[in-house]
């Protein structure tokens, strides 16, 4: 299973002053839901992490709003 890091997601949701409930908005879920998949509880999904870059940070590459990884994991993507 891949790994998902969403250290550079969150630098850049300050930097543009999106919060954690913008995000739950633009993608139909609810705050808890959001919460969960920041705080490593749930899984981000792949078009979860597709809607967030097109939405919000369509000039930023993908791997770099979601670097992943196999050894340590932080949050999980399906």
């Known amino acids: ?36 998949k920041f705080n490593g509880e749930s899984q981000w999904q792949y078009t979860e992490c597709i809607l967030i870059r097109d939405i919000f940070f369509p000039e930023l590459d993908l791997a770099y709003l979601f670097p992943y990884s196999q050894k340590e994991p932080e949050k999980e993507v399906v």
């Open 1 to 36: 299973m891949i790994m998902v890091k969403i250290n550079n997601l969150e630098a850049e949701m300050k930097r543009k002053g999106i919060s954690r409930n913008d995000i739950a908005k633009h993608l139909g879920l609810s705050y808890r839901t959001i919460h969960s």
